[in-house]
């Protein structure tokens, strides 16, 4: 595999320097005639050492030069080291990785474990874009940890705990409708829990002198529910364990839609009982203190409060019970918490807190932006929260409405299954082909369409390799050759394309960045396409085998690719 190898050659040219610092500075060239790859090594370490750097890049030359796989490695500009691979060698890497696309991804996490919290949604509510976004990326996190060897835990930590749960207990004693939440329990609850926030509210401006004691009233109420259930009182924890069993129903669904699994389901419910015994760890070692009534642990600038003034434990004690179990329970050497970027000043301190109390393992808060839809586009809003499925829903219909035009002559059945496939894969591929710190604004136009890079494109691509090869072996001519031969510079772009799809992994995994996967999956797919567009394949005798074995390869590599993004690549559209 390239990068392994020629990495090999970066390290050992490296390690004759120094011994630590970035050597990872092997980057695909811009341009093809300057070579496949580039090592900026000796540019970037040469002036720190007070030397040459161009004088340094020809002393690590040979250990390029020694390369099995290289053709031609030179020193250019300041100080960098281009290399060319040649054609054969990258026939045979490519016909390895093809074998076992999974065993030619940098095993960096072998023997290492991690924690991924993910999707994490508030039960009790329905699970909206926030959510989402959180599920896609925090899947592909999973898949991109394991796909390097990590052992993976998923946990969904869900908001099941705290004083919504009161109000809710509230406004279902006081105003349920039973028929409606056995027909649609999250919807109901959802409507419950509006209209306690409605009526507990007092504006002075709007409503009547007498309203503000009954909200009063009804606060109050909620607070003293939510104490009693979290007493263990018998009758709202009953509720209580409706209440999430009911939305974690409906949510499984959507998980089953997506793909998405997790190896736990703990809920904040499972730390509230210890969050006293966390906070008084904290006090009596020193690390938070007592200031006004609540307790406080000091961070520079910032303050985060683990315990407020009527008792209550906040987010951050939940965090740091949640992260002990965590250590406890796994052991892991990483944890990774994927939510909204919002909350990433909520995850600094509360990492901050847990270093200092001990925890070793490298906390990670991989924070998205925010997904928008553009105004009145959508039908179905309530309140201000878009829901997932109906986002689904509309995606897949509008996928359904394609494939019934172009694939008429498919079985109902499997025109509903590429419909679900395409429509759920474009939702959730917008989520993952921009980084995930900007704010992405919902466009159906863009996402579902079938050029550009967009997941019916990758889908459809993959496609059309499958069906290339359905027709070789139908069509009794020849079958896929072991090597292809690299004749064409659009074959050895395919096959470089395809190559670096393992670097995309890689790189997307070390900068939490799907993104990056993404990029590399559609520039092997528009390779391909060049490719399918350029040459022929099937009808070109003496090309044939070649040919067939770069689209045996570009299938292999798809599936596995599309795959750790979370989609179903489809042998046919
Ligand atoms: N339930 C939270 C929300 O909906 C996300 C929880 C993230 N995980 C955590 N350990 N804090 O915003």
Redesign the pocket.
Known sequence: MIPALLRSSALTAAATVQNEGDVDVLVPTNNAAHGDYQWNFAFRVARARKENPRALAERLLPFFIEHPGVAHAEVAGAGFVNVRLRDDWLASALARQAGNPGATVAQTGAGKRVVV??S???VAKRMHV??MR?THLGHVITLLHAAAGWQVIGDN???DWGTPFGKLIVAWNDWRDEVAYAKDPVGELERLYVRFGDEAKFDPAVHPPEREAAALLLNDRAREETAKLQRGDAANRLLWQDFRSRSLEEYEGVYARMGVTFDEVLG?SEYGPVTDSVVADLLERGIAENSEGAVIVRLGEQVSVVRKKDGAAT?TA??LA?VRYRVDRWRPDRMV????AR?HQ??MN?FAVAQRSGVEADLVHMGFGMLKLPDGAMSTRKGNVIRLVDLLDEAVARARAVVDEKSGSFPEEERAAIAEAVGVGAVRYQDLVQSPQSDITFDWKKILAMDGNSAPYLLYTRARAASILRKATADGGALAAPVATLTHPVERDLALALLRVPEAVDGALRASAPNLLADGVYRACESFNRFYYELKVLDEAEHRASRLALVQAADAILVHALGLLGLRALARL
């Open positions: 919290d993910f994490s949604p508030n926030g959510h959180s930590h869900l908001g904040e987010y939940t965090d949640c918490y994927v939510t909204d909350q909520h995850f509360f």
